[in-house]
T-cell receptor, first 115, second 111 residues
Framework: EPEVTQTPSHQVTQMGQEVILRCVPI?????FYWYRQILGQKVEFLVS????????KSEIFDDQFSVERPDGSNFTLKIRSTKLEDSAMYFC?????????????FGDGTRLSIL | SQQGEEDPQALSIQEGENATMNCSYK?????LQWYRQNSGRGLVHLIL?????REKHSGRLRVTLDTSKKSSSLLITASRAADTASYFC???????????FGSGTRLQVQP
């Protein structure tokens, strides 16, 4: 069964450094998402992406965050200047149809640790 | 309570027993979805129930939705040790692409 893959599985970064998290969504999916889960807390929506542009973002997704689909397969999340509070699991997801009406398929996540 | 609150927060049962988890939400939704998360892994979609549906089955899973009470329940019948995981409800609000997740129920199935 096709799956969403994320790399790296664990990223350790110094505060203030830039980090890029990578995702390969399911190949025929059109909608892409990033979520995060701080340890012990809820999964929180960050951003959705469709047709090469952001279609929706949350309050968490401020100017420090950006997303890109640099080629036909990868979908990346960049955090420009990391803060301690950015430490979390970051999940990429994709869906075949409009995200509110179709299941979303998640990767296993990248654990981001900011020192 | 907040959007997508599950109860109980934790549930421990014996293999073979049924497990019931409840979810409440506050907004107008297109659908409600249930996901499972094994420790250290991503979320796996289990079942989606649309706002005009009242009940849905998938294998050992049974989901109900009561839009008048803004609540849903997930029943896992004849539980197995492999069902041990956290279970989350997620709502797709009308007009939005994002999913809003609840805080989850940690299910422990004792062999």
């Amino acid at each position: 069964e096709p799956e969403v893959t994320q790399t790296p599985s664990h990223q350790v970064t110094q505060m203030g450094q830039e980090v890029i998290l990578r995702c390969v969504p399911i190949s025929n999916h059109l909608y892409f998402y990033w979520y995060r889960q701080i340890l012990g807390q809820k999964v929180e929506f960050l951003v959705s992406f469709y047709n090469n542009e952001i279609s929706e973002k949350s309050e968490i997704f401020d100017d420090q965050f950006s997303v890109e689909r640099p080629d036909g397969s990868n979908f990346t999340l960049k955090i420009r200047s990391t803060k301690l509070e950015d430490s979390a699991m970051y999940f990429c997801a994709s869906s075949a149809g409009f995200g509110g009406e179709q299941p979303q398929h998640f990767g296993d996540g990248t654990r981001l640790s900011i020192l | 309570s907040q959007q997508g609150e599950e109860d109980p927060q934790a549930l421990s049962i014996q293999e073979g027993e049924n497990a019931t988890m409840n979810c409440s939400y506050k907004t107008s939704i297109n659908n409600l979805q249930w996901y499972r998360q094994n420790s250290g892994r991503g979320l796996v979609h289990l079942i989606l129930i649309r706002s005009n549906e009242r009940e849905k089955h998938s294998g050992r899973l049974r989901v109900t939705l009561d839009t008048s009470k803004k609540s849903s329940s997930l029943l896992i019948t004849a539980s197995r040790a492999a069902d041990t995981a956290s279970y989350f409800c997620a709502t797709a609000d009308t007009g939005r692409r994002a999913l809003t997740f609840g805080s989850g129920t940690r299910l422990q199935v004792q062999p």
